[in-house]
């Protein structure tokens, strides 16, 4: 059974950098897609970034992140990685690590909605202070 693990999670103030890494399990990820969403208290899960499996990990971002943060892989040591830089107060979340394990080619927006991806994990806490 594939497992995820996130680590990284920190307080910084705004403007600060922090970088998560989310360990997968199984002899199979460079066919996984590695997804990052984040949470915040009251909201809805959204969706953060993307490396897909092929075309060498293409990443994809939301709106919100894209210049800012940065999603890469490394399939040699089953992990991907979410660098993320000039933070702001409002990316404080829970962000979660998930893998979609079918390695099925889809298109960017599949992997936007949390219900594409099989494995997740239990989530890592950012803070980011004004």
């Known amino acids: 059974q594939v497992q995820v693990f996130e680590s990284g999670g920190g307080s910084v103030q705004a403007g600060g950098s922090l970088s998560l890494s989310c360990q997968a399990s199984?002899?199979?990820?460079?066919?996984?897609?590695m997804g990052w969403f984040r949470q915040a208290p009251g909201k809805e899960r959204e969706f953060v970034a993307v490396?897909?499996?092929?075309?060498?990990?293409?990443?994809y971002y939301a709106n919100s992140v894209k210049g800012r943060f940065t999603v890469y892989r490394d399939n040699a040591k089953n992990t991907a990685v979410l660098e993320m830089n000039n933070l702001i107060p409002e990316d404080t979340a829970a962000y979660y690590c998930?893998?979609?394990?079918?390695?099925?080619?889809?298109?960017?927006?599949?992997?936007?909605?949390?219900?594409?991806?099989?494995?997740w994990g239990q989530g890592t806490q950012v803070n980011v202070s004004s």
């Open positions: 199984g002899s199979t990820f460079p066919s996984y897609a």
């Open positions: 490396v897909t499996w092929y075309g060498g990990g293409t990443p």
């Open positions: 998930a893998a979609d394990t079918s390695g099925t080619y889809y298109t960017a927006s599949h992997y936007y909605t949390w219900n594409s991806y099989d494995v």
